[in-house]
């Protein structure tokens, strides 16, 4: 399942009374960018309710889709795109939303000429001219939003329930698998990120963990064992490590369940903004002004300001291209703790109300 996004098909005529109609969603990757599609989709299905909707998307991101039931049908794939295009031409579609805008959408689109489509506009020039000259030509609009003016000449309006996640019974975590100390609640951080200069270094986040006097998951996939077992370290007691050893969807479930979540632009960081948690949401060399900070949940953001090589990219490095790493390494560790705080006396006062 993949969601490309063009803008070459702008506004085609909506064609009505066809009997059932058949829509194919499309956004190949990846977790946080298909979360963040989810409006799309139950608005979708709100304005159509007898409406067929499919969506395409790699294979490694078939089950956050699988489990919505808004979806009638997922087509996925790995390499061979020919394959799963067979398939769609058989499937005699009426529409095409393309939610992923590259070179591989178009070539869909191009072989499925006769059905009209809606391709979401990626802003790559604004995008470049933010990046190359440091001014922000961005709109004040996030990403979801941007996504849902592209089924506007549908009639498809946002509801303004935010993001979905949903998650099969099977993958819910027992409790025997969480420590006792934990039984009673956590904080959930998100340790990794797609690429190293959006994630805090491992020494700040023990930092973080050491100074935070409350349980801690450590959350992630199994490329951040590793970084967790060193963080986890400071105290095995307080700090369960938690990554590679669960699922996509029990880690959402453990993101469900926190008191409140930590997280580094990241595809977790959306899942918690599907479930309405506190987010204290920490940037890097990427800036929320791109239009992907937490959406429609209570949030903080911590970044570092007015430094003149943020963003240095649209998407990240494995390291800082100029060494310093300012952008991570002047993130006030104190600041975050201060503010996980507030939000737990907030919390209990809530409670004791």
Known sequence: MKSFSIIENQSPPFRENLGVLKFLIIRFSSIGDIVLTTPVVRCLRKKFPDAQIHYLTKQSFASIVIANPY???VHAFTDDLDAVIVELINENFNYIIDLHHNLRTLRIKQVLKKIPSFSFDKLNIQKWVFVNFKMNVMPHLHIVDRYMETVHSLGVVN???????FIHDKDIVAQKDLPVSHLHGYIGIVVGAAHNTKKLPVHKLKELCSKINHP????GGKEDYKNATQISSVDPVKIYNACGKFNLAESADFVRRAKLIISHDTGLMHIASAFKKEIISVWGNTV????????QTNYEIFDVKKLWCRPCSKIGYDKCPLGHFKCMEKISIDGIVEKVNILLNHDLGRLKD
């Open 159 to 165: 509801d303004g329930l935010g993001l979905d996640y």
């Open 216 to 219: 801690i998951i450590l959350l």
């Open 71 to 73: 979806v009638n049908k």
């Open 288 to 295: 929320p002004s791109f239009g992907m900070y937490p959406y």
